[in-house]
Antibody, heavy 115, light 107 residues
Framework: QIQLVQSGPELKKPGETVKISCKAS????????MHWVKQAPGKGLKWMGW????????TYADDFKGRFAFSLETSASTAYLQINNLKNEDTATYFC????????WGAGTTVTVSS | DIVMTQSPATLSVTPGDRVSLSCRAS??????LHWYQQKSHESPRLLIK???QSISGIPSRFSGSGSGSDFTLSINSVEPEDVGVYYC?????????FGGGTKLEIK
């Protein structure tokens, strides 16, 4: 079956870097875009941007330009989200989601930023 | 950016009720509107795509309607398992904005 398997929870200090993975299976990875969504504790969903899995070109929502980076390892059907110079407000669950209407979601990766 | 506004914020219902959740876009998005359900401590799940198209595996009591800027998610005969937060999403243009969500509670 089609699934997205995300990496496990992360505990980081402010200023550190985190890289989250999202491994796809059950479909042709390059046929569908991959999107990233942030959910802060007790809050709603916020779209971060997407990556074209054919070309590797990322597109970021305005609030996620600068410290955030999407990348791919196509041979492993895996997408990555890297957050640099972590801040307390980056504490959240990050989801990857497949395709134009997000028909499959990963389980989410919880990132906690605390000194 | 297209702003998605959902109402009400919270809905408290009795099992068996028919409920309607509203979503309004700040400009026309045709039928490029998707609905998701998120249960506590779970990932969101796609319920309806393109305003009214059903999704395989989703119970038939869920339906969507609307076009342009006004949309409705209907649940015909609510069940206790339907508790959660429902989000609409702009699928028309970037950024793919979400509404703030409607929390469905069971009395």
């Amino acid at each position: 079956q089609i699934q997205l398997v995300q990496s496990g929870p992360e505990l980081k200090k402010p200023g550190e870097t985190v890289k989250i993975s999202c491994k796809a299976s059950g479909y042709t990875f390059t046929d569908y875009s991959m999107h990233w969504v942030k959910q802060a504790p007790g809050k709603g969903l916020k779209w971060m941007g997407w990556i074209n899995t054919e070309t590797g070109e990322p597109t970021y929502a305005d609030d996620f330009k600068g410290r955030f980076a999407f990348s791919l390892e196509t041979s492993a059907s895996t997408a990555y989200l890297q957050i640099n110079n972590l801040k307390n407000e980056d504490t959240a669950t990050y989801f990857c989601a497949k395709g134009g209407y997000f028909d499959v979601w990963g389980a989410g990766t919880t990132v906690t930023v605390s000194s | 950016d297209i702003v998605m506004t959902q109402s009400p914020a919270t809905l408290s219902v009795t099992p068996g009720d028919r409920v309607s959740l509203s979503c309004r876009a700040s400009q026309s998005i045709s039928d490029y509107l998707h609905w998701y359900q998120q249960k506590s401590h779970e990932s969101p799940r796609l319920l309806i795509k393109y305003a009214s198209q059903s999704i395989s595996g989703i119970p038939s009591r869920f339906s969507g309607s609307g076009s342009g800027s006004d949309f409705t998610l209907s649940i015909n005969s609510v069940e206790p398992e339907d508790v959660g937060v429902y989000y609409c999403q702009n699928g028309h243009s970037f950024p793919r904005t979400f509404g703030g969500g409607t929390k469905l509670e069971i009395k």
